[in-house]
């Protein structure tokens, strides 16, 4: 149990990206990204999505591409098979850094062959100012959800498990977070075919995740309640005043 903790506070301390948010209803993302579900019932939407817990995220998967599917977050390996909680207690594989994509590591090689979307409303960053850390939720100026760029493994039983690319975060993200210099890669609606075209050379591929486009994105201060693994209510995701804390469009 001990180790666990440990564990679970080093993924904490790396970066804020093992929490994410999806408000939208079942028919609004089928109508938003003109897709349907493949499961339509395993879907629901969350104000915080913890990824620390064993949860799904709905994603788009480059060899189902026509359809929305849904995803245990945390990527496992392909012919894993022992259960998702004890590989999370190894690692972390809720999001994979792009600077390892390269890597010999055993998740390098889905990077070129199974990549996916993530849809959600929006994700989570940290001020740390004055000895004190502050919330802040970052979504679309349009409140519409959006893809962020992930990868993902299917286990032998069909099962679905992703995880979150992230990249070095951009000049708007550094005002507002600062704990880490990372940030959840967001793929644009025009780029998403290339995102899940896996025949692309892998040059082109990785030039996809350090492209540098304008996100529209609103950054706001939430309550501080957010930090409560327990704590999820309607109005968590409300602007919360606090003294010299900017808000961001």
């Not at 079942?26 to 620390?52: A, C, D, T, W």
């Not at 390098?108 to 740390?128: E, H, S």
């Not at 409140?143 to 993902?152: A, H, V």
């Amino acid at each position: 149990m001990m180790l666990n903790h440990f564990l679970l506070l080093a993924i904490r301390l790396v970066n804020m990206h093992y929490k994410l948010s999806n408000t939208a209803e079942r028919e609004h993302l089928e109508h938003s990204f003109q897709m349907p579900f493949k499961h339509p019932n395993l879907y629901r939407p969350e104000i915080v999505i913890n990824g620390l817990a064993e949860t799904n995220l709905p994603v788009i998967i480059s060899e189902d591409a026509k359809v929305i599917s849904i995803s245990i977050w945390g990527l496992l390996p392909q012919r894993y098979k022992n259960d998702w909680e004890h590989f999370q207690n190894l690692t972390n594989t809720l999001n994979i850094d792009e600077r390892n994509i390269g890597s010999s590591l055993w998740y390098a090689d889905a990077f070129q062959k199974r990549r996916c979307l993530i849809l959600v409303t929006g994700f989570f960053t940290t001020i740390l100012k004055n000895g004190v850390s502050y919330p802040y939720y970052i979504s679309k100026n349009s409140g519409e959800p959006f893809y962020l760029g992930g990868i993902y493994n299917i286990l032998e039983d069909g099962f679905i498990t992703c995880a979150l690319v992230v990249k070095t975060a951009d000049s708007y993200l550094q005002k507002f977070h600062n704990i880490s210099n990372t940030m959840p890669k967001i793929v644009p609606r025009k780029s998403a075919e290339s995102w899940l075209n896996t025949d692309m050379p892998y040059s082109e591929a990785r030039a996809l995740i350090s492209n540098q486009e304008e996100n529209m994105l609103r950054a706001n201060p939430i309550v501080k309640e957010f930090f409560n693994q327990n704590i999820s209510y309607d109005s968590m995701l409300d602007t919360y005043e606090y003294n010299d804390l900017p808000v961001g469009e």
